[in-house]
């Protein structure tokens, strides 16, 4: 979470963002979830660009949007909260 939200360095949100994307597992996408739910607008755009980099990349992705669905299922409302705003972010990619 501290990468995520890092305070001195936004590229650290992106890059992380991205890296936990590529692995797309329920716990890493969960992860990017609960720091989107509580992150500024600014954190935000570079998570949402990090994971967008993760699924337009050259080689096919996890299927963010499948966790994201199991994700909205989750007991903590943040959790839930995060997980609709990446499906929304990655609606527009092939995935």
């Known amino acids: ?21 590529r692995v797309g597992t329920v716990a890493s996408i969960r992860l990017i979830a609960l720091a989107a ?10 998570m949402q660009t990090g994971v967008l980099d ?10 963010v949007a499948a966790v994201c669905g199991q994700l909205a299922q989750d007991p903590d409302a943040a959790v839930r909260r995060g997980a609709v705003e990446i499906l929304e972010w990655a ?5």
């Open 1 to 21: 979470m501290g990468l995520l939200l890092d305070v001195a360095d936004t590229a650290v949100t992106r890059q992380t963002a991205e890296a936990l994307a």
């Open 91 to 95: 609606e527009g990619t092939t995935r």
């Open 37 to 46: 739910a509580g992150a500024d607008d600014s954190h935000g755009d570079w």
């Open 54 to 63: 993760a699924l337009a990349g050259p080689e096919s992705g996890p299927d």
